[in-house]
């Protein structure tokens, strides 16, 4: 598959790379152009912008906060302008709930297609594609991405059909449930 992937960070570095080594087409963009330098030796392909990491059937963003995926999607020659109707953004970043409602409803007035799939896990897990990858989309949407996933993560839990339900879940490791809150470890072990 043809994959763009913007954001190559410490987290983002590994998932592209995953993606690299599962056989995919991957080219990718950060806004420092040498993070890409390790990504392009194992056999990814260094875009010179956003447009070009979004001329793909699918772009995986992940960045670092509200601001920087509004900057990638909605800017000029942005996700939203440059990705093909029928094609699909996949946020793999922490943002809010209502930037994913907005990218949603924007990406349905294009005729793309969205999915929120923000990962749990640190840099080694990500490198190690042991990420877990909390996916929320139309089932249609995230069945056909179900291989990058598979990639990347060492488990996908599919928690709806509305992409902003992925943005207000947090795992809570210790308990095995969700909640609405960051998991946070407390001295007896139980969640806080």
Not at 151 to 161: K, N, P, Y
């Amino acid at each position: 598959m043809d994959i763009g992937f913007i954001g190559l960070g410490n987290m983002g570095r590994g998932m592209a790379a995953n993606l690299v080594k599962a056989g995919h087409r991957v080219t990718v963009y950060n806004r420092s152009p040498g993070k890409a330098e390790a990504l392009v030796q194992q056999g990814a392909t260094a875009a010179g912008s956003v447009a070009e990491a979004s001329n793909a059937e699918v772009v995986f963003t992940m960045l670092a906060d509200d601001r920087a995926v509004e900057d990638v999607a909605f800017g000029e020659n942005g996700i939203l302008a440059s990705l093909a109707p029928g094609a699909t953004h996949v946020s793999s970043s922490t943002i809010s709930v209502a930037l994913s409602e907005r990218l949603a409803a924007a990406h349905a007035d294009a005729g793309q297609r969205y999915a929120a799939a923000p990962v749990f896990g640190r840099p080694e897990a990500a490198a190690a594609a042991k990420l877990f990858v909390i996916t929320a989309g139309a089932p249609e949407v995230l069945d056909a991405l179900s291989a990058l996933f598979d990639a990347i993560g060492q488990r996908t839990f599919a928690v709806s059909e509305r992409p902003a339900t992925a943005c207000s879940l947090w795992w809570q490791p210790a308990a095995g449930t969700w909640t609405g809150r960051r998991y946070r470890p407390s001295p007896t072990g139980t969640p806080a």
